[in-house]
């Protein structure tokens, strides 16, 4: 873990209230793995007090990006930084996705914003060689809302759509659209990686047990510290109690108490 200043190299509108954004530190990209994250000072004074967390998106070159929508006081800060501008950051932590080249078909599922960890994802699995049956679900209210599909076709996968209101792709919910999809499957060659919303993850999770899949999911909670000290994001396991920012931010699904009501529903 690296306590760095990053420059930032370009911030852009990704969609309607999301941004991405490029950062130049390379000793954080030299060891990011999948599903870990940074911790952003979003600004130079006290004012917000506390960092805050995002998925490392994409890493190359010694640069990283992530994925954020504005939805408070840090991220508009955020979204307001121009090239050349300097933010302190934290970072990689917390543990990251279990890529195992055993498997061969795989389902990468994404509920809107859940996409910011799994676009690294797909680019380790495609990196890990041919052989292997790719899908990506993309899930979101509206197609306006449809996040990296260009990006993630561009690696040659399958994408798939799911839309609430039937703008594109299958009408309902990306979680249904799965169930669909592995309703005659048992295959034990199977992993799931996925990120969203916790009643999606709940869901998907739910069905990987019942057809004895590998799953992995990354929850997204809101943090203090990010190392663990503070214990503000600590949610309820089989095995007693975990800190999202630490154990996690990626889990294995049967280790979460799906029903704990410290999970954030959104």
């Known amino acids: ?23 130049e530190v390379s000793q954080i990209a030299k060891d990011a793995r999948p599903g870990q994250f940074v911790h952003i000072r979003c600004s ?28 408070g006081r840090g991220t508009a800060i955020l979204s307001k930084k121009r090239r050349g501008d300097q933010l302190d950051l934290l970072g990689p932590l917390g543990k990251g ?24 994802v797909a680019q380790e699995i495609t990196r890990l060689g041919q052989g292997k049956e790719v899908t990506v679900l993309l899930g979101a209210k509206n197609k306006e809302l449809i996040l990296d599909k260009d990006d993630l076709e561009s690696l040659g996968l399958r994408v798939m759509i799911a839309t609430e209101d039937g703008s594109e792709g299958y009408q309902g919910l990306v979680s249904d659209l799965f169930e669909r999809l592995i309703s005659s499957q048992t295959s034990l060659s199977l992993a799931v990686y996925s990120c969203g919303p ?19 999911v990354s929850l997204e909670q809101r943090m203090g510290c990010g190392l663990g000290a503070c214990l503000g994001c600590v949610i309820r396991g089989t095995s007693g109690y975990l800190r999202v920012c630490k154990e996690g931010p990626v889990f294995d699904a049967q280790e979460i108490l799906w029903d704990d009501p410290g999970l954030e529903i959104k």
């Open 97 to 120: 996705f279990e890529i195992d080249s055993a498997f061969s078909k795989i389902f990468i599922i994404s509920g809107g914003m859940g996409v910011a960890p799994l676009y690294m």
């Open 198 to 216: 916790v009643s999606m993850l709940k869901k998907i999770a739910e069905l990987s047990s019942h057809q004895g899949f590998f799953c992995q």
């Open 1 to 23: 873990m690296y306590q760095v200043k990053a420059t930032v190299l370009f911030n852009e509108k990704a969609g309607k209230a999301h941004y991405r954004m490029k950062l």
């Open 44 to 71: 130079s004074g006290d004012d917000p007090l506390l960092r805050r967390p995002f998925s490392i998106h994409k890493c190359a070159q010694g640069r990283i990006d992530i994925l954020y929508q504005v939805v």
